[in-house]
Nanobody
Framework: EVQLVESGGGLVQAGGSLRLSCAAS????????IGWFRQAPGKEREGVSC????????YYADSVKGRFTISSDNAKNTVYLQMNSLKPEDTAVYYC???????????????WGQGTQVTVSS
């Protein structure tokens, strides 16, 4: 059974940091890229960052570039999203997802986690 389980969300003040984790199981981790997406109330889901498990290539949305860092521990089948300098507009449910491709096209992702809430207070 394929599973992607996010953790690490919570409430933080603006300027603070959080680290999200995405633990994957049930598929060949090294064959997939893992992406982070987020969805704020009333808004469409948007891509945040992705990483290739095979070569470590990373990509970031402009809105988070320089503040968020994605990394992967292939031995643990886990991807992390370190979020620094958080802003109230980063408030959303954050999801991780897996794709055989690369990039932040939602339609290319096969497996999704259940999401973790991140709330940034001003």
């Amino acid at each position: 059974e394929v599973q992607l389980v996010e953790s690490g969300g919570g409430l933080v003040q603006a300027g603070g940091s959080l680290r999200l984790s995405c633990a994957a199981s049930g598929f060949t981790f090294d064959d997939y890229a893992i992406g982070w997406f987020r969805q704020a109330p009333g808004k469409e889901r948007e891509g945040v960052s992705c990483i290739s498990s095979s070569d470590g290539s990373t990509y970031y949305a402009d809105s988070v570039k320089g503040r968020f860092t994605i990394s992967s521990d292939n031995a643990k089948n886990t991807v992390y999203l370190q979020m620094n300098s958080l802003k109230p507009e980063d408030t959303a449910v954050y999801y991780c997802a897996a794709t055989l491709f690369y990039g932040l096209d939602l339609g290319g992702y096969d497996y999704w986690g259940q999401g973790t809430q991140v709330t940034v207070s001003s």
